[in-house]
């Protein structure tokens, strides 16, 4: 199984910063038949699913603010939000759907400091 | 618009049994490879299992719960189904289900609200 690693385990960045969430995976999740990462970022509020934010380790999902992106390849990959609005609180994962189990990273509890 | 809607969820003894279904509207249902996922309280999502799409002939299923647990489709009705059987304790979660963008390698762009399925004497 592919293990997904994110840190840190939370994070509390003021509001207007920058948030920066990173996630490892044991192995590659890039498939180097078409040159796509296997990675999307989920975010959970209290109370709520998960929603999608992120797919192919870059791509936004239609609808998502432009504050949000993502980037890297292979195993290390990371989620930015560029400035920081008080509705962000949530926790956030990442997940591989590279490979069967399709794992989930422990999530990052982002707050406002 | 695309709606996912589990229902099924309860109280349920070790050792007992339960089916969770998933409502799905606002696509064509048999189009999609499907997703179960589960969170235990205050813990992180965990895959369950998947089908593909079209008659749902492959399945796949985590460590956790092969053997006990069986997902399955009914395109005629649009709807995904969990039957879980052997419940442990560790079973108790939230149950979520999710949308594929087509095959079973795939992001997961539509949940459900969830239900909750307690597991307890």
């Known amino acids: 199984d592919i293990v997904m690693t994110q840190s840190p385990e939370s994070l509390a960045v003021s509001q207007g910063e920058r948030a920066t969430f990173n996630c490892k995976s044991s192995?590659?999740?890039?498939?180097?038949?078409?040159?796509?990462?296997?990675l999307a970022w989920y975010q959970q509020k209290p109370g709520q699913p998960p929603k999608l934010l992120i797919y192919?380790?870059?791509t936004r999902e239609s609808g998502v603010p432009d504050r949000f992106s993502g980037s890297g390849s292979g195993t290390d990959f990371t989620l930015t939000i560029s400035s920081l609005q008080a509705e962000d609180v949530a926790v956030y994962y990442c997940q591989q759907y590279y490979n069967t189990p399709h794992t989930f990273g422990q999530g990052t509890k982002l707050e406002i400091k | 618009e695309v709606q996912l809607l589990e229902s099924g969820g309860g109280l349920v003894q070790p050792g007992g049994s339960l089916r969770l279904s998933c409502a799905a509207s606002g696509f064509t249902f048999s189009r999609y490879a499907m997703f179960w996922v589960r969170q235990a309280p205050e813990k992180g999502l965990e895959w369950v299992s998947t089908?593909?799409?079209?008659?749902?002939?492959?399945?796949f299923y985590a460590d956790s719960v092969k053997g006990r647990f069986t997902i399955s489709r009914d395109n005629s009705k649009n709807t995904l189904y969990l039957q879980m059987s052997s419940l442990r304790a560790e079973d108790t979660a939230i149950y979520y289900c999710a949308k594929s963008i087509g095959g079973t390698s795939s992001y997961y762009d539509y949940w459900g609200q969830g239900t909750l399925v307690p597991v307890s004497s």
């Open positions: 192995q590659t999740v890039l498939n180097s038949s078409n040159n796509k990462n296997y």
């Open positions: 192919w380790a870059s």
């Open positions: 089908i593909d799409n079209g008659s749902g002939a492959k399945t």
